[in-house]
Nanobody, 124 residues
Framework: QVQLVESGGGLAQAGGSLRLSCEAS????????MAWFRQAPGKEREFVAA????????AYADSVKGRFTISRDNAKNTVYLQMSSLNPEDTAVYYC?????????????????WGQGTQVTVSE
């Protein structure tokens, strides 16, 4: 069982930056692939970024590539999402997710554990 707690959300202006954190419970964090998803009002949850358990591979949605960076610190059981050049279309609830396996996946249904989400709001 893995419990995930996100933090770092809030209000930012267009062009600004925020860093989200997701702290995981349990001693097996380093064996999980981690990802960030987001869900805007009235829309489906969508993939944002993912990182392999070792940190050796990452993947990004086209909409955030070059602006967002996912990273992890296995010693701290924490995964991060550094968001830069934010725009109003990035406004959403951001969720952290975890799954076992060796392959980075972008599908919501393949993740086993989810955090409660943190709100990110970007104003004009």
């Amino acid at each position: 069982q893995v419990q995930l707690v996100e933090s770092g959300g809030g209000l930012a202006q267009a062009g600004g930056s925020l860093r989200l954190s997701c702290e995981a419970s349990g001693r097996t964090f380093s064996s999980y692939n981690m990802a960030w998803f987001r869900q805007a009002p009235g829309k489906e949850r969508e993939f944002v970024a993912a990182i392999r358990w070792s940190g050796s591979n990452t993947a990004y949605a086209d909409s955030v590539k070059g602006r967002f960076t996912i990273s992890r610190d296995n010693a701290k059981n924490t995964v991060y999402l550094q968001m830069s050049s934010l725009n109003p279309e990035d406004t959403a609830v951001y969720y952290c997710a975890a799954r076992r396996g060796t392959v980075i996946d972008k599908l919501v249904g393949t993740y086993d554990y989810w955090g409660q989400g943190t709100q990110v709001t970007v104003s004009e």
